[in-house]
C-alpha cells in the first residue's frame, strides 16, 4: 500500500515534469550558465580569431577571415612551440603512463604501511601547479638551486649546472617536474583498475605457469585498458595545454627552449596583445586536441575488437 | 555635506568576540558616508545603522543615493579609488595611502599589487577586461602602447600643478612620460641603470679601479675567474620574462656610442658591426667564456642582488637603487659595492622613468578629481616637499626626477651612505632615454629579450638575432 502510494507520487512527479515549461524552467539555470560560460566564450573567440585584433589600435577590428591563422601558421615562432610541445607531450604521456603503472603496481602489493603510501603519493597532485612550478624552480636554480647543492655535497658535479638556463636542460627540467606532478592520477587510477581484476583469474594465470611478464601482458594490462584510455587522454590533453609550470619554471625560455603552445598562445594575447592571433592559437589548439582525443578512442577500439 | 554628531554604533572587535559590546564605538555620519563610499558597508547596513541612528528611511535613502552620486559623479563627495602597484615596498605604500586619506578625508584608496615581472600582462587583462584601476605605476617601457589602447589619459587636463613640476623633474624622466607634447604621468621614481662593482673582490685580485670598458671587464673577470675568487665574475639579469633586461643591453650599446634606432624610429642595431652586435657578441662570448654566469638566463634582478651579496658575482649592470640594497641589506658582502661610470667610450646609459598614471577608466568614473589629488600626493608637492619621493629615496634608496632633491642634505648623506651623489650625477648627465619608444615597442621588447636571450645561448647568431629583433620591428610597425 505504501509502495503502491510511493509509485503514484512518483508517477505524478513525472507528469508534471514532463510538461515543456516545466523542464524548461528546471533547464534554464544550466543552459543560462552553460551559454554563458561556454557558448558565449567559443563563439566569441571564433568570431575574434577571423578578426584584426590588437589591444593597441581599439576600435579598429576589420575582418580578416583567415589570415590570422594562416599567419600564426607560418610564423616561425608557431613553428618552435609546435615543435616543443610535440617533444614535451612525446615525452611526459609515455613517462607519466608509464611511472603511474608502475607506482600502481607497486601500492598493489598486500604490503602494510601501503595505505598510508596510497595517500601520500597523492601529494604532488594535490600541490597547485604554481606552487609546484615554484618548489621546482628553487630546487633547480643555478645559482642556489637545492639540486645543485646536493650534487656538489655529494660529489656528483664540480660545479652548479644551470638547470633553466641551458635550452636542452631546461626542457628536460621541465619534463621531470611535470611528469612528478602528474604521475599520481594515473598511479590512483590504475590502482583502482588492479583492484577489481578477480583474484581467481591472476591465480589461474600463475597455475598455469605465466611468468609475471605474461600475467602482466596477457591478464592485468587488458582489465586496465578504461583507465588506460582515461589516462592517455588526459594526460595528452594536460600536457598540451600546460602552461602554469612554464609560466612560473622558465618563462618559456631561455630563448625559445621552453615556449610551449598555451605558453605562446597566452603570450599572443597578452604579451603581444595580439587577441585575433591568440584565439586562432587557441582554435588550432582545440583542434589538435580534438584530433587527439578521436584518434585515441578509434585504437582503443580497434584493440577491443582484436581481443 | 559634513556631519559631525554622532550617529551609530560600530562593534570594532571579532565578531564571535567573547568582549561583547566592548568594542564599540561610536561613528559620524561622515564614516558612515565613507564607509558606504569604499564597500565596507552594503546599502542595506548603511540603511539600517542610519535608521538605528533615528535619521528617518526616505532620509537615510537619499543620504545614500547622494553617497553613490558624490562617488561615480566627482562632485566632491566621497570617491573610492582602485591603485594598482608591482610588488614592492608594498607595506610602505600602504602607509602613503594611509597619510593620504588622512589628508583627504573623502578618498578612500584600495591598493592591490603583482610582480614586476607579469605586470604589462596583467594590466593588459586588467583594462581590456573591464577591470581597469583608476591610478596605476607605469613605465616609459609601455606609455605608447598605454596611450595607443586607451588605457591611460593625459594629464595635462586634470593634474593642477603640472606646470610647475614639470621644470624641475630630469630631462629623461619628463621624455618618458610625455607623448605627442602630452604628460602622462608623474614620477614615482627615475634612476639610472649603473655598473656595481665589489671593491673588496677586485683589489683582492690587483686591480684598483673598475673596468673602463667591455673589454678591461673581460680581462679583469679572467683574472677573478683564474685567481679563483669567483666562478663566474660577472652576473646579469637575463630572465626571459624580466623586463630590466632590454634596458640593460641599452646601457650596454649606448655606452659604446652606439644607438638602437635613429631619429624616426628606424632601428639601427641590426647594422654590420653595429655597437649592438658588439654588445651581444661580447654578451655571447662572456658566456662562452665563462665570465658570465651561465645562470643568468633564469636570474632576474633579485636573483643577481642576492648572489652578489653573497659574494658569488663580483661584477653587474643593475638600476642604481640596488646599490643602496647591496650596501646596506642583509649580505654577506655588505658595503664592498661600489658605482663607477658605465664601461664603454662614452659612459652613456639608460635614464629611465616609472610613473602614476590616471586611467581612463577614472574618467569614464569621473573620479579624476580624487585621482588628481592622489597624483599630487604621491608624484608632487605636499606643502612644498616631495613628501613621497623623499621618502622613498630615503628609505629604498630609489632615485628620483624631482632634481631639487639633490640639494636636500638629508638625502645627499643617505645617498653617500650607500653610493655617491657626485658620481650619480656625472652618470646622470650622460643618460639618455630609451629609443624607439612606439605604441608597438612593449611587444618588440619581449620578442627582443628572446632574441638577446638566444644568441647569448647560441641558439642563432648574434648578427641573426639582431636581423630577426628588425623584422619583427617592421612587421609590428605595418
Known sequence: MIIHSGVRRFGTARGAGSSGPYRLATLAPVLLLVGLFTVFPFVYAAVTSTHKVLLTLPGQTPFVGLKNYLDVLADGST??????????????VPCVTVLGLLVALLLNQPIRGFGVLRALVLLPWAIPLVSAGIIWRLL?????GALNGLLLQVGAVHSYVPWLSSPHLAMYAVIVAHVWREFPLPAILFLAGLQVIPGDVADASTVDGARAWA????????????PLLIVLVYETMISISVFDLVYVLTGGGPGTATSLFSWYAYAASFTFLNLGQGAALSFIMAATLLGLIVAYLRIVRVGEDEV | MRFRRPLVVQATGPRDSAEGNE????????????????????????VKR????????????????????GNQGGTGGPVHLNFMVWSYGVETIQDNIKNFEQKNKGTTVTVQDTSWFQYHDTMATKFSGGAAPDVAYSSDHWLREWVAAGWIVPLDKYASDLAAYKNEWAPYALQGMTLDNHVYGLPYYADLVIFIYNEKLIKQAGFDKPPANWEELSTQAKALRDKGISQYPIDIPMKKDDPWTIEIFYSMVYSRGGHMFDQSNSPVFNKPGSEAEQALQWLRDSYVSKNLDPAVLESAEPDVVKTMGAGQHVYTVLAKYNLAELNGGQHEQKGNFRMALMPGSTNSTVGFVRFYAMSKAAVDRNHTQAADQFLQYFGGKTSGQYVVAKRWALEKGLGFAQLPLYDDPEIQKSINAWGSVELEKKQAKVAAPKEGLTPWWGTWDVYAREQITSAVVGSVSPKQALQNMATKWQSLKQ
Not at chain 2, 59 to 69: D, G, R, T, V, W
Open chain 1, 79 to 92: 613553428q618552435i612551440a609546435v615543435r616543443n610541445t610535440a617533444v614535451f607531450t612525446g615525452l611526459t
Open chain 1, 215 to 226: 600475467r602482466l601482458r596477457y591478464v592485468t594490462l587488458p582489465y586496465l585498458r578504461g
Open chain 2, 50 to 69: 542610519a535608521l538605528l541612528a533615528g535619521v528617518s528611511a526616505p532620509a537615510a535613502l537619499a543620504l545614500l543615493e547622494a553617497c553613490s552620486q
Open chain 1, 140 to 144: 633547480l636554480h643555478g645559482d642556489f
Open chain 2, 23 to 46: 568594542g564599540i564605538r561610536m561613528l559620524t555620519i561622515d564614516e558612515l558616508v565613507n564607509s558606504a563610499a569604499a564597500g565596507r558597508i552594503g546599502r542595506r547596513e548603511f
